[in-house]
């Protein structure tokens, strides 16, 4: 299975602020996943992430708020844009393993002041 | 749609009681089903799948079983620890997609 590092493991922002988050995985994969967890929450599929071409968003998030980046094979970034306290959130990354599981990140959890 | 359904929680259970969280789904077509586990204050990880019918995921001790026939997926261990508190979630896989689909999340606490 990857393994797959994130930073910042937590933070805490200014509503108005942006905030980006890097995912980092130790192998080189074809995709990889941002999600949100909501306090108390599940987990929902932000957008998807291939190289080399633009992000896929899911009903709900848009480009503007959430522009990802997908550099290489191995790593992506994930920012939230202009901060509310509704972004306080854990944001996980994940990457696609050799058969159709996802392996996950260890989360970045956001507060949102 | 897809959709996953999960029990409720908080499960309290003594250690060595026998555990059961249900999960049941909705799909087209034939999913992928999965449980992961998160622990206080760390991300998801996977514990168990089943890519097919009457096929049996098992992992430290925990298993489920793919039910086509009652769309189920319940999650079992015999004897639980302390260790195994923890947040699990059921989720699933469209067949040739990309997107889990997870469960609310069922939080599981075990007492001395």
């Known amino acids: 299975s990857a393994v797959i590092s994130q930073k910042p493991s937590r933070d805490i922002c200014q509503r108005g602020t942006s905030l980006t988050i890097q995912c980092q995985v130790d192998s080189q994969v074809t995709m990889m996943f941002w999600y949100r967890q909501q306090p108390g929450q599940s987990l929902t599929l932000i957008a998807t992430a291939n190289q080399g071409s633009e992000a896929t968003y899911e009903s709900g998030f848009v480009i503007d708020k959430f522009p990802i980046s997908r550099p290489n094979l191995t790593f992506s970034t994930l920012t939230v844009s202009n901060m509310s306290p509704e972004d306080s959130s854990i944001y996980l990354c994940?990457?696609?393993?050799?058969?159709?599981?996802?392996?996950f990140g260890p989360g970045t959890r956001l507060t949102v002041l | 749609g897809n959709s996953v359904t999960q029990m409720e929680g908080p499960v309290t259970l003594s250690e060595e009681a026998f555990l059961t969280i249900n999960c049941t789904y909705t799909a087209t077509g034939y999913p992928s089903l999965f449980w992961y586990v998160q622990y206080p204050g760390e991300g998801l990880q996977l514990l168990l799948k089943a890519t097919k019918a009457d096929d049996k995921g098992s992992n430290k001790g925990f298993e489920a079983t793919y039910r086509k026939e009652t769309t189920s997926f319940h999650l079992e261990k015999g004897s639980v620890q302390v260790s195994d508190s923890a947040v699990y979630f059921c989720a699933l896989l469209r067949g040739g997609g990309n997107k889990l689909t997870f469960g609310t999340g069922t939080q599981l606490k075990v007492e001395l």
């Open positions: 994940s990457s696609k393993g050799q058969g159709n599981e996802q392996f």
